[in-house]
Structures are given as structure tokens and as C-alpha cells.
């Protein structure tokens, strides 16, 4: 018989290993054996129904399908001492685990967590934050049909009054932010007013309303779509005014990961602005809070933003991270890519190096082979053998299409 530990089997079931202990004890795990001073279990066994049965009836600690992004991780370097805060409430605790195990790109875990939320009559917000992380793995996975399964799951969550009705379509307007899509995002989103929400909820709904942000300035820079009076980067440069009041107040109510988050989306809009200095601060001070409890995932989400910039800054902090979330990213690209093309309807490149990939933004941007050559330092000649090295390995037709394909 395959037998697994109890620590194991609590990473299985998404509860924490004294729980499991205390059900083996009771006898309530079918074939648990003790062995000396632990217990060994089948590997087939399952989480107990009577254990299940619990779980519904006891609220989240935050009322937010994040958990993460609340202030229960509230110390960088501490994302699963602060989970244990939870312990006495296994849901809400497997919930957050699978939470950081997402962001730290252990993504078979979240699957098969996830699943567990969705098949076991969890209540409200597990059930969002189980549907959501589904999405999560099927960018990873490129897989179109899971990520359409995992909205009807969100759909489908069952809610109680018009509040847990505008959590249902904040959770939507996530996962579409994550590919870039951006039709279906709810009026009140839009406008940035958040006041139906639960202050809970505040904290990620910031994050992706940046997202929003961010991808209304790429389109309108990439001529995607057109704003009286606003034109080429304008908007791109504005978005940091935004985005820097929203880091002071994630540092001063403790989020660590909103501040991540909003710090690379800073970063982001700096980069494509041309300001390097303010870029890098902010990828920094990014860095050295997802370090430390090995969050590789998030990072691995903004390496396609910096054209190599983001791998560097990186290297700097530790070598040994630099090279797993390389690693993520092979994984990452591919799914990103074939899940955002297929969700709005293009050919998203996965071929191009770092310099041709930046090349073609600036290209997007409006940017003449001259001004690019002057803005990376390189001679006209290089930056035409490039463009035409990025129309044959994407098949486009031009310039005017790079846009479609970044």
C-alpha cells in the first residue's frame, strides 16, 4: 500500500497537519496506521465528510475571494507564519495557502486545490476564490476550456443580495484582467467606484483596477483605440500619479501583496514611459518583498513587461531565484499567450527575444527607427534588420500590426 505522511496528506487536502493528526487519533481516516510517534496514510484516502461538513459553516476571516491580499499577510518574508493565524478555520486556511502557492507558481497544487473548493459545498467566497485560482491555472495551462469552466463556476457561486452579486462581477473582471480583456468589465468598475464592494475586497480590486488602467494606456499608445485630446503616452505617463498614493496605503495597512503588485505595475508604466530610475526603485523594492517567501509566480507574471530589465534586477538579489522563475516563465509565456489570443481573437508572439519584443513595442508605440535607435542606442540599420526579423517570425504584415501580436 502507498503510504503518505501527515504533512503530506494535509498539503492534499489543504488543512493544516494537526488536523489531520487529531482525525487520525479519532479514527476517523479510513486506513491511518501509527507508526512509532506519527501516523501513515493511504494516499488514497480522502478528507473525511463529517471534516467537510464543517467547513461551510464557518465565515471567512475577510470578506474578499483574496485572502492574500488582505492584511492577513501582512510581513513580507512571513506569508505562512501569517497563515497560521487561520488554522482553527480549515477553509479559510486552505484557501490562502492555495493563494500563495499560487503566487509562488506551485501550480498542479492550486489545481487540485481549487478543485477541492469546487466539489465540496464550500461557502461563498471559497467557492469565488476556488473559480478564480481555476482561471489562474488555466493561463498557465493555455487551456481555453478550463478557463470557461472556471467562470461558470463564478457564475454559478450561490449568493445572497445584490452585494455578493457585484463581488461575482468583480471576480469576473479579474480573471479577464489577467489576459487582457477588458469588454465585459462592469460599469462601476470602470469609473473606479468601489463603495458597493466590501472594504475587504478593496485591496485586490485596487491591484486589478490598475490592470484596467494599464491596459486602456498600452491601447490607446499602441493605437488600439482612440481618445480625444489624449494621444501616443500620455495616459501611460499618468498612471504612476495613480498608482503611487495606492502603494503608500498598501504600505500603511500592511499588504504585502498589493504592494507587490501595484509597485510592478508602477514599474510597468515607468518602463514604457521611458523613465528608467523610477522603473527599477520600484522593481527593486518589488523584489525584495516577493523574495523572501519565494514568491516566483508573481514576478514570473511581469517578465514579458520588461523586455530582460526585470531578470536582471533579479540576478542582483539572488541568482538562485532569477533562474527558477526563468524557468516558470518558459511554462508561463506559452499559456499566457495561447489563452489571451484565444479569449480576444489573436496571434500573441512567443518567439521573440527580449530586444525584439522591445523593438516591436516601441514600433506599437508610434516610435520612428529613428527615435528608437536614439532611445536604445543602436544604429537605424540594427533596428530595421530587427523589424524585419519580427514580420518573419510572426507572419504579420507590418508595423502597424505589431500591436496585435505583443
Not at 531578470?311 to 533562474?323: K, M, N, P, S, T
Not at 526579423?389 to 496585435?404: A, D, I, L, N, P
Request: include cysteine; charge should be neutral; hydrophobic fraction near 40%.
Amino acid at each position: 500500500m502507498n503510504l503518505i505522511t501527515v504533512k503530506q496528506a494535509a498539503e492534499k487536502w489543504g488543512v493544516t497537519p494537526r488536523r489531520v493528526q487529531g482525525l487520525c487519533k479519532e479514527g476517523k481516516i479510513k486506513g491511518a496506521t501509527r507508526w512509532e510517534r506519527t501516523w501513515m496514510i493511504p494516499a488514497h484516502a480522502v478528507l473525511p465528510s463529517a471534516a467537510k461538513g464543517e467547513v461551510p459553516h464557518m465565515p471567512m476571516p475577510r470578506k474578499s475571494p483574496f485572502l492574500d491580499m488582505t492584511n492577513i499577510y501582512h510581513h513580507a518574508g512571513e506569508a505562512d507564519a501569517c497563515g497560521s493565524m487561520l488554522e482553527n478555520n480549515p477553509e479559510a486556511y486552505a484557501l490562502y495557502c492555495a493563494q500563495i502557492a499560487y503566487r509562488r507558481g506551485e501550480i498542479d497544487k492550486v489545481y487540485d486545490r481549487a478543485r477541492y473548493f469546487l466539489s465540496s459545498h464550500s461557502g461563498f467566497y471559497a467557492i469565488l476564490g476556488g473559480g478564480m485560482l481555476l482561471a489562474l491555472c488555466a493561463i498557465w495551462r493555455g487551456d481555453i476550456y478550463l478557463w470557461q469552466e472556471a467562470k461558470r463556476h463564478i457564475c454559478e457561486a450561490p449568493h445572497d443580495g445584490e452585494k455578493e452579486k457585484e463581488i461575482i462581477s468583480l471576480a469576473l473582471a479579474i480573471v479577464d484582467s489577467s489576459v487582457y480583456d477588458n469588454k465585459d468589465f462592469p460599469d462601476w468598475f470602470v469609473s473606479g467606484n468601489f463603495e458597493a464592494l466590501p472594504a475587504d475586497s478593496h485591496p485586490a480590486t485596487k491591484v486589478f483596477y490598475i490592470k484596467y488602467l494599464y491596459m486602456a494606456a498600452f491601447a490607446l499608445a499602441s493605437r488600439q483605440i482612440e481618445v480625444e485630446g489624449v494621444q501616443g503616452l500620455a495616459l501611460m505617463r499618468m498612471i504612476p500619479n495613480t498608482i503611487e498614493p495606492l502603494i503608500t496605503q498598501a504600505v500603511v495597512d500592511k499588504t504585502v501583496l498589493p504592494e507587490i503588485y501595484l509597485r510592478m505595475s508602477c514599474a510597468v508604466a515607468y518602463h514604457n514611459a521611458g523613465d528608467h530610475a523610477r522603473a527599477v526603485a520600484h522593481m527593486d523594492k518589488a523584489i525584495a518583498l516577493a523574495l523572501p517567501d519565494g514568491l516566483y509566480g508573481v514576478l514570473t507574471e511581469y517578465v514579458r513587461h520588461f523586455d530582460g530589465l526585470l531578470e536582471e534586477r533579479i540576478a542582483l538579489q539572488d541568482e538562485g531565484a532569477v533562474l527558477a522563475i526563468k524557468e516558470l516563465y518558459r511554462t508561463y509565456s506559452v499559456g499566457w499567450a495561447k489563452l489571451s489570443g484565444a479569449v480576444r481573437n489573436r496571434n500573441i508572439a512567443t518567439n521573440l527575444t527580449p530586444r525584439e519584443r522591445e523593438i516591436a513595442k516601441l514600433c506599437a508605440f508610434g516610435f520612428s527607427t529613428k527615435e528608437i535607435a536614439a532611445t536604445l542606442y543602436l544604429s537605424e540599420s540594427t533596428i530595421k534588420q530587427t523589424i524585419l526579423r519580427v514580420v518573419q517570425k510572426t507572419g504579420v504584415k507590418g508595423k502597424s500590426e505589431f500591436s496585435y501580436i505583443l
